[in-house]
């Protein structure tokens, strides 16, 4: 089916997304195709695609693994009632996400993007409590700037002002201080300072008491927050502080699972095993929407284990879609490439220079700090106190004009290329970057 460009009012029968979509209808970007780190546009323009489409394609785009397991798929099932009913490939892949998951986080509950793997483990966290017999744990603590999608459960736990004001009443969450210190500023890799800063758990639970908290919900590392790193021993001291006072830890891997920072998890980089974890984006390589909840062996037997008779359902939650065939068919077919160790020796490898192209832009005009870890990064850009994000949106606006795909959030540039990069794609990009801030200042 050819696609035809939209013009005028055609385009406004589509809303975009987390968009200003009045600045958009002034200067249309649109993508009609893509392969390897290339996006193409309607008007034959080839742009690098610096992160990985939304942090999600680590693969590429064109993978003919992924293409032809969703085909072949398709001709065999393409849909199965995810309730009371299953079908073969759900299981197979549970076994193949148990298998990479850290220590005993061997359960998986399926839904369709990374928002709603955020909510679905907070409703398994009240839920557990209540089997558990202490169903006054019901409140939540997230971290100022972090991000969990935009369901109430997410918006709520999250810690970004603008995602939050225009909805009102949210859940009962209280936030840590996000992880960003001055003195951290241009650090390569984890940053010096910080461990200190998980002990404001205690200072939420001498107002909350741990006896009605029923979770700590935070990012290995920030990323839409702006790639912001935590100091090594920030989620250890979580995590203690967790098991002293009977918490539970999740940990929103939705950016950082599946080898984003070197590792399978953020979890694995830290070495902190959290009682669940959520991931979504590279799960299928962001070929077909799919999320999912990773959760211990604690939390799935003491669900099992529930009073009640036979047709009692554990755990009152799922979706259409939950382990749909072709997102299963596409999430075998991507973490199969993903679970390779030669992969990850290839992350880690490219790593080191996209630490050096990224850092080498520190004293450009206007670059107030860099930060990196893995394959992820970002360049904060002084902000415009009247128009806060608008700088950073104009810098984005020349890099696509200088043909790469770069991501702007907030004050941040944000980069997380496909693991495919060789070390000349990561200089191209950033050389390309330098380019537009040089050119905007
Ligand atoms: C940690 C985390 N948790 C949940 C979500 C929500 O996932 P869904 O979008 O699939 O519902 C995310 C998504 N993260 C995300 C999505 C789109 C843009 C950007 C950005 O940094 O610009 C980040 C995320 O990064």
């Known amino acids: 089916m050819r696609s035809t460009v939209p013009t005028g009012e055609t ?10 979509n009045r600045r ?3 200067a249309p970007k649109l993508v009609s195709k893509a392969e390897g780190i290339f996006y193409h546009t309607p008007q034959g323009h080839k742009l690098y695609d610096s992160l990985s489409g939304l942090w999600c394609t680590p693969l590429g785009h064109g993978n003919r693994q992924i293409s032809e397991a969703i085909s072949h798929q398709l001709s065999q099932l393409d849909y199965a009632p995810a309730f009371n009913v299953s079908h073969p490939l759900a299981f197979q892949l549970s076994e193949q996400i148990a298998g990479m998951a850290p220590g005993d986080l061997n359960h998986v509950l399926y839904c369709n993007s990374g928002s709603e793997a955020a909510d679905t483990a907070l409703k398994l966290a009240r839920a557990y409590w209540r089997a558990r017999g202490k169903p006054e744990k019901t409140k939540f603590i997230g971290r100022a700037k972090g991000y969990h999608g935009v369901n109430f459960g997410g918006i709520s736990v999250g810690g970004i002002g603008p995602n939050r004001k225009v909805y009102g009443q949210t859940l009962d969450a209280y936030h840590l201080p996000h992880t960003w210190l001055t003195e951290n500023r241009f650090s390569r890799g984890l940053p010096q300072e910080g461990d200190y800063l998980a002990d404001a758990l205690l200072q939420i639970l001498e107002v909350q008491d741990a006896s009605n908290i029923a979770a700590v919900m935070v990012e290995p590392m920030a990323g ?8 090594s021993g920030y989620l250890k001291r979580l995590r203690t502080l967790c098991d002293q006072h009977d918490i539970l830890l999740i940990f929103d891997e939705v950016i950082t699972g599946f080898g984003r920072m070197g590792t399978v998890f953020g979890a694995d ?13 590279a799960l299928t390589n962001g070929i077909m929407p799919m999320g999912a909840v990773i959760t211990s062996r604690d939390i799935y037997q003491t669900m099992m284990d529930q009073p009640g008779d036979d047709f009692m359902i554990e755990f009152p939650h799922g979706y259409t879609y939950s382990a749909h065939p072709l997102a299963c068919a596409a999430a075998m077919a991507s973490l199969e490439q993903l679970n390779q160790p030669s992969l990850m020796e290839q992350v880690r490898s490219l790593s080191q220079v996209f630490e050096d192209a990224i850092h080498d832009l520190k004293g450009l005009p206007l670059v107030e700090d860099i930060r990196n870890i893995g394959l992820a990064g970002a360049i904060q850009i002084q902000s415009d106190p009247a128009h806060p994000t608008k700088r950073a949106s104009e810098i984005s606006a020349l890099c696509w004009d200088k043909e790469v795909y770069v991501r702007f959030g907030g004050n941040n540039l944000s980069f997380a290329p496909p693991f495919i990069c060789s070390k000349q794609d990561i200089h191209e990009i950033f050389s390309r970057v330098a380019d537009a801030i040089q050119q905007y200042a």
Do not use: E, N
């Not at 839409?224 to 100091?231: M, Y």
């Open 224 to 231: 839409s927050g702006g790639v912001i790193v935590p100091s």
């Open 24 to 26: 958009f209808h002034q």
């Open 269 to 281: 980089y830290f070495a902190v095993q959290p009682d669940m974890l959520t991931c979504a984006k």
């Open 11 to 20: 385009m406004r029968h589509h809303w975009l997304a987390f968009t200003s």
